[in-house]
C-alpha cells in the first residue's frame, strides 16, 4: 500500500494547502482516493505530483462535511468511471449550530443528485474489493459527542445533534495487518479502532491515519485519550 496526501491543512514543501483533507492510495494493483478536500486544490496538487485523477478506480467519502466534499464535482469532471461510495446516512444536513448561529457544513448542495449514477451508499461491514472495506459506525449515543462539538443535523422533525451516521472508516489489509483510513474521526478514534477490531476479531489492527479533531481540548482530555488509544493494541498512529 501506498498513500499520498494531495491535500492538507499545512505545507511544507511546493504544494499549496487548505482547511481540508484529500488523500490518494495505491492498492494491490488499483488506485483510490478518499475525500476531494474543500476545493478543486487537490487536482492541482495531483497535477503538481504527476498523479492522473482520470484513472483514479474508485473513491471515498468519509463523511458529509465540505472541507472532504467540495472537489466532488471536480473530481466526476475529471474522472468519468470511478464509483464514488458515501454512507447511507449522508445527506445535504450537516450544521454548526452555537445558539441562534446556524452554519451549513455539509457536501455540496445537490450533488448527489447529479451524480447519482455515479454515487454507491453502503452501511454496515461493506467489501469493496479483496482485502478493502468500509465500515461504519456502530458504537451507540455518538450524538453525545455531536452535541458537545456543536455538530447538529437538520431533520423534518427539527435539528437533533450529529450522531455521525455519515461517517465511514476505509480498512485495507496489508502485509502488517488492517490500516485504517477515517479522516476526522468524529465518532472518536476509541469508538473506530474498536469497531474496526468487532468487525476484524481474528486480525491485527497495526495503523490509523487521520485526523482526531482534538485541537484546543484541555491536555488532561488528550493525555486521557493517548491512554485509552494505547489500551486498544494499535501500533501505529498517523494524524492529521
Known amino acids: 500500500m501506498k498513500m499520498v496526501v494531495l491535500v492538507e491543512n499545512s505545507s511544507r514543501c511546493r504544494l499549496c494547502a487548505e482547511h481540508g483533507l484529500s488523500v490518494y492510495i495505491e492498492y494491490e494493483g488499483k488506485t483510490y482516493l478518499l475525500d476531494t478536500g474543500a476545493t478543486a486544490l487537490f487536482a492541482e496538487n495531483a497535477k503538481e505530483l504527476g498523479i492522473d485523477l482520470s484513472k483514479v478506480d474508485t473513491a471515498f467519502l468519509s463523511h458529509a462535511h465540505y472541507d472532504h466534499a467540495n472537489g466532488m464535482e471536480k473530481f466526476f469532471e475529471i474522472n468519468e468511471k470511478a464509483p464514488f461510495y458515501l454512507q447511507e446516512g449522508c445527506g445535504e444536513n450537516c450544521y454548526f449550530k452555537k445558539g441562534f448561529v446556524r452554519k451549513y457544513i455539509g457536501i455540496p448542495k445537490g450533488i448527489t443528485k447529479r451524480y447519482q449514477d455515479r454515487i454507491k451508499y453502503v452501511s454496515g461491514i461493506c467489501p469493496i474489493a479483496e482485502g478493502i472495506y468500509l465500515v461504519s459506525h456502530s458504537t451507540p449515543h455518538l450524538e453525545q459527542i455531536g452535541k458537545k462539538e456543536m455538530m447538529y443535523q437538520k431533520t423534518k422533525l427539527g435539528w437533533k445533534p450529529d450522531n455521525f451516521c455519515h461517517e465511514q472508516s476505509l480498512v485495507l489489509d496489508t502485509d502488517s495487518g488492517l490500516v485504517i483510513f477515517n479522516s ?49 493494541g494499535i501500533q501505529r498512529i498517523y494524524t492529521g
Do not use: D, M, Y
Open 184 to 232: 476526522c474521526s468524529h465518532g472518536g478514534v476509541v469508538n473506530i479502532i474498536n469497531e474496526v477490531k468487532a468487525a476484524f476479531p481474528e486480525q491485527k489492527i497495526t495503523a490509523l491515519i487521520g485526523g482526531f479533531h482534538i485541537f484546543r481540548h484541555p491536555e488532561a482530555a488528550i493525555r486521557e485519550l493517548a491512554k485509552l488509544i494505547k489500551e486498544t
